[in-house]
């Protein structure tokens, strides 16, 4: 699966950057890499059927992640 990287909301409210999809070394599972866009801007791995996936709110299934826009582009 292709997962553009870019800016997503979080269903909860947060902005988040994803960076890219990388394997984790013994299981080959694809895990989404991404870093909050508050706080400290700590980067995240997630697994990414997770991060793909529709959860539950308030009874109504949404996505976990919803694309917003894609990347800035770097300064030079």
Known sequence: ???ENGIYKHHKGNLYE????ARHSETEEQHVVYKTLYGDYSMWIRPLAMFVEQVEVNGELVARFEFVEPAPEPRV
Not at 18 to 21: C, D, E, Q, Y
């Open 1 to 3: 699966m292709n997962l």
């Open 18 to 21: 994803v960076l890219g999809v």
